[in-house]
């Protein structure tokens, strides 16, 4: 890896946390943000950074990307190379609740990143999309040449929102751009607002579970590393397609391209806590989609990496770093 200094925003957060922990401990130099927000237990915020700051080319700065004026001091004085966009109010069930955090975060928050961007000019601009972006597409597996104009929760909708601020910006102003539309992101140290998370904490207290739409949902479940892994990997990579040379704007689904069925995810997660959990089905939940599933061809032949790492594999590391970290012994 070239030695470039790298803004993540959102490094407290899940993704931030585990990029920021790879390319520093690479020796990139990582400047990380978060606002440290409240939408889910803030100690494991604290608990990733505490891991971060002992990784010397690591630093960390309490900043809300909403703040202009903090954003362009960072910006002027650290002069990026590189700047990877992850803070958002990320959740799909809460933008029904609070939809006025989603439009702060997601765009004003974004519209700041993209402006400290084209006034500090930068080398790359990496942003967090989402597979929410196809809502209910039919058509599978979900290709970025999809139609993705018909979002079915206000979260999809600002992270469609984002694609297109940011080719906006890339069309007029010639900043690099890379957008990563994230399937179902899971592993250690991850978020307790997602159903993986959640469904542990109840299956350990012995709780019953909610089953939405009772049961028959698909999910394209992709594990942590591979995210971080093709991410790296992304950085680099030039802008060399005819389409790129005339526009530097590309966008990457990055999912597992195998869809684990609900129950199959719960069965699964079950053996790995020794436990079966008391089951409550429910009719489906406003905003979320049936089913998700990527295309990932493109990323395949650009980076030459897909990810690979199975739902059993992925949710056994997830597990054993709960009981670890929440000092639990079960089976
Ligand atoms: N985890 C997934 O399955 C998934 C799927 C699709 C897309 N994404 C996207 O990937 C990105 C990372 O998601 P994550 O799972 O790590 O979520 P996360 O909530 O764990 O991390 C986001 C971090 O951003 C911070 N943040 C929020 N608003 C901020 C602001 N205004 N200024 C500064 N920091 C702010 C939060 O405090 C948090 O630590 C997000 O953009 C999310 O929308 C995630």
Not at 134 to 142: A, D, K, L, R, S
């Amino acid at each position: 890896m070239i030695s470039y200094k790298i803004l993540v925003t959102g490094a407290a957060g899940f993704v931030g946390f585990h990029l920021s922990k790879l390319l520093a401990s690479k020796g990139v130099s990582v400047i990380g943000i978060d606002s440290l927000n409240e939408y889910y237990d803030v100690q494991l915020k604290f608990d990733r950074l505490k891991i971060l700051k002992e990784i010397s080319n690591f630093t960390f700065r309490c900043v809300n990307i909403c703040d202009k004026d903090a954003l362009d001091e960072l910006f002027q004085k650290e002069k990026f190379d590189v700047v990877i966009n992850l803070a958002a109010q990320a959740g799909v069930r809460y933008s029904i609740d609070k939809p006025y955090k989603y439009i702060d975060s997601n765009l004003i928050g974004f519209i700041n990143i993209l402006e400290a961007c084209r006034n500090n000019p930068v080398k790359h601009l990496i942003y967090a999309s989402s597979s929410s972006v196809y809502g209910n597409t039919i058509e599978v597996p979900f290709s970025v040449k999809n139609r993705t104009d018909e979002p079915v929760s206000l979260y999809a909708a600002t992270k469609k929102a984002n694609e297109m601020m940011a080719h906006s910006y890339a069309a007029l102003y010639k900043i690099p751009m890379t957008g990563l539309r994230f399937f179902t992101v899971y592993g250690p140290w991850g978020r307790p607002d997602m159903a993986y998370f959640s469904f542990t904490n109840k299956i350990v207290n012995g709780e019953t579970i909610q089953v939405y739409n009772h049961g028959d949902m698909e999910r394209d479940f992709t594990y942590i590393d591979d995210i971080t892994t093709a991410i790296e990997k992304l950085i680099n990579l030039p802008f060399d397609t005819p389409e790129e040379q005339d526009k530097p704007y590309r966008l990457f689904n990055i999912g597992n391209n195998k869809p684990v069925r609900l129950m199959d995810f719960i069965s699964t997660l079950e053996k790995h806590l020794g436990k079966e959990a008391p089951k409550k089905f429910l009719p489906m939940q406003k905003g979320d989609v049936y089913r998700t599933y990527a295309d990932i061809t493109d990323l395949e032949t650009r980076i030459n990496f897909k990810p690979h790492t199975s739902i059993d594999e992925g949710l056994g590391k997830f597990v054993s770093w709960y009981k670890d970290y929440y000092k639990i012994k079960l089976v």
